[in-house]
T-cell receptor, first 116, second 113 residues
């Protein structure tokens, strides 16, 4: 049961244009969402996050949008740069049932390629 | 602060052998989580340790085990290796262990032949 889905394995955009990466989730208990970026041979790097009480969070060129009713979030990168080329993972956090801590669930990732 | 470190970075083992991977979290972080990354499968959660106790466990067979020491360093062990265990194993640490931002190490690339 894949609770966090990134349906696009890859995305290619031109430098300077907008990159939009999408993520869908099924668990309504998720209350915190994160995006990570991963370069080859490196561990994922935290990029941006959003709480379920918000619908938008912006950090420089990166903006994350959350649509709770649709159980959908997206990451917008504007303008896209060649250095943004990486695998982007969407992750969601929920309180462990019967527990007092949280667990991150990751999507399978989207490979973004920004062409000069 | 120094980041999360993992040793070794690369490892080649034979089927049936066992392997131990090590992770040193960011200083002050008490939560350490382990993930397995394989092509097309994203990051699959193995387990999480907090203050030397395993708090969460993913859906992996009992051949996968771990532990955490009093200094928060963690080890992961895989016994009776199978070809399908070939993957990148990532360790992540967190200060609060509450599912918020986790900081990842570079990973250990395990190849089973």
């Amino acid at each position: 049961d894949q609770q966090v889905k990134q349906n696009s394995p890859s995305l290619s955009v031109q430098e300077g244009r907008i990159s939009i990466l999408n993520c869908d989730y099924t668990n309504s208990m998720f209350d915190y969402f994160l995006w990570y970026k991963k370069y080859p041979a490196e561990g994922p790097t935290f990029l941006i996050s959003i709480s379920s009480i918000k619908d938008k969070n912006e950090d420089g060129r990166f903006t994350v949008f959350l649509n709770k009713s649709a159980k959908h979030l997206s990451l917008h990168i504007v303008p896209s740069q060649p250095g943004d080329s990486a695998v982007y993972f969407c992750a969601a956090s929920a309180l462990i049932s019967g527990g007092s801590n949280y667990k991150l669930t990751f999507g399978k990732g989207t490979l973004l390629t920004v062409n000069p | 602060k120094a980041g999360v470190t993992q040793t070794p970075r690369y490892l080649i083992k034979t089927r049936g052998q066992q392997v131990t991977l090590s992770c040193s979290p960011i200083s002050g972080h008490r939560s350490v989580s382990w993930y397995q990354q394989t092509p097309g499968q994203g990051l699959q959660f193995l387990f999480e340790y907090f203050s030397e106790t395993q708090r969460n466990k993913g859906n992996f067979p009992g051949r996968f085990s771990g532990r955490q020491f009093s200094n928060s360093r963690s080890e992961m062990n895989v016994s009776t290796l199978e070809l399908g265990d070939s993957a990148l194993y990532l360790c992540a640490s967190s200060s609060r262990g509450d599912g918020y931002e986790q900081y990842f190490g570079p990973g250990t690339r395990l190849t089973v032949t």
